[in-house]
């Protein structure tokens, strides 16, 4: 048996929308099961994201600390943002988010993990980056607003990082995803064997 997942889209005998917001919505759908029967699922369509996990060069991580609403939580996290554009390369996307929550540029990049955030009732596809080599980015820092103008910043150990997610005091999925991926990368083959930047990604095709 190979274990991969592989794409494969059962028969939807009706769907509606009835709710759309600003950058995401809820849809319905009457899906055929194996049995025969028809099954209503209701998910929220989400246009996908980037995150970054960047690492300095004395091993640390660069989080950034933000309040979520739908968990009523302050949340160390690592950068990430939507992929605004249907079709936008995520690494361009990736690039953008660290220079506007960080104000870092990074000169090596390489794809970390795609991961479905929570499948069972969102389509929303991830994909992390990995970025070394940092920088403080040239120009005006971006201005904030809403939750990023409370926004902290930290840089943490690899390891600090991992006693924190394994002890469950970090609780965002892209953190606990990146950090633990790159230990993993590292235990392994090594960081340099991580596919490129620019490796296909069939959750969120893009061009070049």
Not at 55 to 77: A, C, G, N
Not at 113 to 135: Q, W
């Amino acid at each position: 048996m190979t274990i991969k997942d592989t794409p494969e889209e059962w028969e939807i005998r009706a769907t509606e929308t009835p709710f759309r917001g600003n950058k995401t919505s809820v849809r319905t759908d009457d899906v055929v099961m194996p049995d025969g029967s028809v099954v209503r699922r209701d998910y929220q369509v989400h246009p996908g994201s980037v995150a970054v996990l960047a690492l300095d060069e004395e091993d640390r991580v660069l989080l950034i600390r933000q309040y979520r609403h739908p968990v009523r939580h302050k949340l160390w996290e690592i950068p990430a943002g939507l992929l605004d554009v249907p079709g936008e390369n995520p690494l361009h996307a990736a690039q953008r988010e660290l220079y506007e929550e960080a104000h870092v540029k990074a000169e090596d990049w390489r794809v970390l993990s795609d991961v479905y955030t929570t499948p069972g009732g969102c389509d929303e596809a991830v994909r992390i980056f990995l970025a070394r080599n940092l920088s403080e980015a040239e120009g005006a820092r971006f201005e904030t607003e809403h939750e990023e103008t409370d926004m902290e910043h930290a840089r943490v150990p690899v390891d600090e990082l991992v006693r924190l997610v394994l002890a469950g005091d970090v609780h965002n999925n892209c953190l606990v995803v990146g950090v633990l991926s790159l230990v993993a990368a590292r235990g392994g083959e090594g960081l340099d064997a991580l596919r490129p930047a620019d490796a296909p990604w069939p959750a969120r095709p893009f061009e070049s």
